[in-house]
């Protein structure tokens, strides 16, 4: 599978089960029901969804005007770095307010979750890739021709 269809199945398949997995964390984590934590975690993912759309923008603007080009470690740890610490600054008041804990009950419940998507976005792009194969991009050059 590749193109669109790959990136559709991909973005769905990963946020339905990243909604259902923060969703029984967050309860687990905060002692709410699933009707409060549910809709949350949909809230959560409909901002990190926002959040690296403008991020990622706004990265990519910066990156253009930068003397050095391509992608250095340096370069990939300051932008999870910034995207990771942004979401979390834009997720916990969110958080606090919906759950009715403190900000740092949020925080500390953010940083489990931040935790949690580094391992789970790990193993569901392995998973993925060797269920629905690799995409073309990863194929190499005589795979891509042929």
């Known amino acids: 599978m590749q193109g669109i269809q790959r990136k559709v199945v991909y973005f769905s398949l990963y946020e339905g089960l990243a909604i259902v997995s923060s969703s029984i964390g967050l309860s687990w984590m905060s002692g ?6 549910g809709p949350l975690a949909m809230s959560m993912s409909a901002v990190a969804l926002a959040w690296n759309f403008f991020f990622t923008l706004g990265f990519e ?17 300051a932008h999870a770095i910034g995207f990771e610490g ?3 600054a834009l997720l916990a008041p969110l958080v606090a307010w919906w759950l009715g804990v403190s900000l740092w009950e949020a925080f500390v419940m953010d940083l ?6 580094l391992v789970y976005t790990f193993a569901f792009n392995w998973g993925f890739d060797r269920i629905f ?9 005589q795979a891509q021709t042929a």
Not at 61 to 77: C, D, H, N
Not at 112 to 117: E, G, N, P, R
Request: hydrophobic share 35%.
């Open 32 to 37: 709410e029901h699933l009707a409060s934590s």
């Open 61 to 77: 603007r910066w990156e253009s005007r930068q003397t050095t080009s391509g992608r250095s470690i340096k370069r990939r740890v």
């Open 86 to 88: 942004g979401l979390i």
């Open 112 to 117: 489990v979750l931040s935790v949690y998507f």
């Open 133 to 141: 194969g690799l995409p073309t991009s990863a194929l190499g050059r």
